[in-house]
Structures are given as C-alpha cells and as structure tokens.
C-alpha cells in the first residue's frame, strides 16, 4: 500500500464489505440516481468475491432515497429477512453463545489482571520481576509463572 494513495481507504471498505449481511447506498435521487445504480451493481459484482457468509446469507445491495423516503420499506423488508434467517437457522443463538463464552474470559482475564494490580503486595511483586527482567536474571515466562504461583497462592 502507497501512504496517501487511497489503498488504507480500500482496504477499510473491503473489510466492512467482508462483514456486511447488506449494503444500501443512499442518495438514489435526482441527478444521483444513474451513479448510484452503478455503484449497486459494482457492489453487488463485488461481493460475489467474497467467501460465503458464516451464516449462508448471501448479502444484497439496496438503493434508497432518505430525502425522498424511496427505497426504506425495502430496507427494513431485508432486514426482517435476515432476522428471520439468521433466527431459523440458530446462527444467531449460536453466535450468542459464542460471544458469551468470549466475554465470559475477557471478564475473567479482567478480574484477574484488575486484581494482580491492585494489591499493594503483589505490586511489589511485579515491581521486583520487571526489575529482575530488566537486569536479565530471569525470563519474562519465568517471571510470569512466579507472579501466578504467588497469586494462587494467596500473596
């Protein structure tokens, strides 16, 4: 990628792209409207490119008009669809599990972490192991292991 060449742009959109379950390009009015056909089709012939959905919904691309509200029933028609699709199929529930399991970790890791760094001792402690790193008496898994041995049990 070239700075300033518009490819960190590009590579924005293809990401957002990757991920869409839709994309509605606005402004589908007066003299906008043969631009935005066009940038619908590009979308569209786009995103035949991309792998298949995790959920097997095959995105769509909608124009709309929100000057002259053409356009929003057909939006909010496909996004009940997808719901719909994504409910019947249990990718949804799935994808809940999914991310409860994930932030149930992250939770934990937090508490841990919030903890380690919040006791006066155990301050100390990694005070001592990073000066230890430092001085390259002791590796940082070393270190580690000591601290979490020391956590567990109890300071």
């Not at 490819?7 to 869409?20: F, N, P, S, T």
């Not at 909608?62 to 699709?85: H, M, Q, V």
Request: hydrophobic letters at 40%; proline letters at 3%; charged letters at 25%.
């Amino acid at each position: 990628m070239l700075a300033g060449a518009g490819d960190e742009l590009q590579g924005i959109k293809r990401g957002i792209m990757e991920m869409a379950d839709a994309i509605v390009i606005n402004k589908a009015d007066g003299s906008n409207i043969s631009r935005a056909r066009r940038a619908q089709a590009e979308f569209a012939n786009a995103l035949h490119l991309f792998p298949p959905s995790l959920s097997g919904w095959v995105p769509m691309v909608l124009t709309c008009s929100s000057l002259y509200n053409k356009g929003i029933p057909e939006i909010w028609t496909l996004a009940r669809e997808y719901a719909d699709f994504v409910t019947r199929s249990d990718f949804l529930k799935e994808r809940r599990l999914e991310q409860s399991r994930y932030w149930m970790y992250e939770t934990l890791k937090d508490g841990i972490y919030m903890q380690v760094f919040n006791d006066p001792d155990m301050k100390k402690e990694l005070e001592a192991h990073e000066k230890a790193i430092s001085e390259g008496r002791i590796t940082s898994f070393m270190a580690a292991s000591s601290i979490l041995n020391k956590y567990k049990s109890g300071n």
